[in-house]
């Protein structure tokens, strides 16, 4: 039974850091690519960042310079270092494993598991 968990969220002021886990049970991480979604109130799921099985990333425009996806086999896990935070970062995030990529872009597939997510708020 594949189980994928969250953490490392909370509440920041703008400028400040915070870096997300993602940990996996039942699937090896180093064979399937992962990807950090975030959900705002009001708002679509967007992709962040992603990373594939073999340590290629890629990063959303909006978050370029300042977040970091990486990944560490030995302990099944992939982090986001998130820095300079924007309130407009304030949103639920989660982990998605196991997609695949369409013309370099990652998608996220029915058979892909998540995460329950965590909070991110960065405020004044």
């Known amino acids: 039974q594949v189980q994928v968990v969250e953490s490392g969220g909370g509440s920041v002021q703008p400028g400040g850091s915070l870096r997300l886990s993602c940990a996996a049970s039942?699937?090896?991480?180093?064979?399937?690519?992962v990807a950090w979604y975030r959900q705002a109130p009001g708002k679509q799921r967007e992709l962040v960042a992603d990373?594939?099985?073999?340590?290629?990333?890629n990063l959303a425009i909006s978050v370029k310079g300042r977040f970091a996806i990486s990944g560490d086999n030995a302990k099944n896990m992939v982090f986001l270092q998130m820095n300079s935070l924007k309130p407009e970062d304030t949103a639920v995030y989660y982990c998605?494993?196991?997609?695949?990529?369409?013309?370099?872009?990652?998608?996220?597939?029915?058979?892909?598991?998540w995460g329950q997510g965590t909070q991110v708020t960065a405020s004044s």
């Open positions: 998605n494993v196991g997609g695949h990529y369409q013309y370099g872009k990652y998608f996220n597939t029915a058979g892909s598991y």
């Open positions: 039942g699937i090896d991480l180093s064979y399937y690519p």
């Open positions: 990373i594939s099985g073999g340590g290629t990333t």
